[in-house]
């Protein structure tokens, strides 16, 4: 095997992850929720493939991510686990699986790493969540925060808006992920914050800061993969950059089909036994 073989298929680490921040090296994620699609991302060369609760919007059409479950969550996971080779795997703890029961938190947390092979777990909010952030980590479990625009919070917002606008909750923001840090979680997710915020936050914080609507200034950026192939159109916020338009291409082929089923030009004698 050769050098640059032997260093695109290194395993991304906590670690490594550490020292892209450190070297100032930008770190990639993107979500996955399948098997298909994660071996793609993770052949790319993506250094993160998070196991969002979004696949409640993408793959159940649900309006939030609130209705998905524990046991979705790691079926989504483990699928993804398997056709991963390079990538670190995150995974969303569900909304109700963690917030104010540590003991719970920790069930939630470990039942996805032994079911699924996933290599850390990701919680939403900050100083409220603490105790259970504490109680995951003690078994060991790699924990990344999330902090700003927190989908699974989002009756109590009431909007989808850009956060941490004000003083006051821009304060809280970067309160929280001091101590998020000083539990121990290993990096951070900053979403739809001002761009000035986010910069200070991963100056402030010694952990790799992921963005999603945060601007330029942080250590990485993630996407929703079905969002940034334009898989699905609808969903058009100010971060996105759409890369492909995979739905219009998958329309055409499908139309494309069924024209050939219904003139019977599909299958030929070439493609008959």
């Not at 395993?11 to 490594?16: E, L, M, S, V």
């Not at 980590?137 to 009431?158: D, E, N, R, W």
Request: aromatic residues 6%; charged residues 25%.
């Amino acid at each position: 095997m050769s050098v640059h073989q032997s260093t695109h298929l290194k395993r991304i680490t906590t670690h490594i992850l550490q020292e892209m921040k450190k070297r100032k090296e930008k770190i990639s994620m993107l979500t996955a929720y399948d098997f298909s699609m994660a071996g793609i991302v993770d052949a790319a060369g993506i250094d993160m493939i998070l196991v969002g609760d979004s696949a409640s919007n993408v793959m159940a059409g649900h309006e939030t991510t609130l209705p998905i479950t524990l046991d979705q969550m790691i079926y989504h996971a483990t699928s993804v686990v398997r056709a991963v080779e390079r990538a670190l795997v995150v995974v969303d703890i569900p909304f109700g699986s963690y917030q104010g029961n540590s003991s719970e938190a920790l069930r939630s947390a470990i039942r996805i790493m032994k079911e699924s092979g996933a290599h850390a777990v990701k919680v939403e909010g900050g100083a409220e969540i603490k105790e259970s952030v504490i109680r995951i980590l003690s078994a060991g479990v790699p924990v990344m925060g999330h902090l700003g625009l927190t989908p699974q919070s989002i009756y109590k917002f009431g909007t989808y808006t850009v956060r941490a606008k004000e003083k006051e909750e821009a304060k809280k923001l970067l309160e929280d992920a001091k101590i998020l840090e000083e539990c121990g979680c290993f990096a951070l997710v900053l979403e739809k914050i001002p761009a000035s915020l986010a910069k200070e936050v991963s100056a402030a914080v010694s952990i790799p800061v992921i963005g999603i609507g945060a601007g330029p200034d942080v250590d990485g950026q993630v996407l929703v993969l079905h969002d940034m192939l334009g898989i699905t159109q609808e969903f058009q916020p100010r971060f996105l950059r759409q890369y492909a338009d995979i739905r219009n291409t998958m329309l055409k082929a499908v139309g494309d089909y069924i024209k050939d089923v219904k003139s019977e030009d599909f299958p030929n004698q070439e493609e008959s036994y």
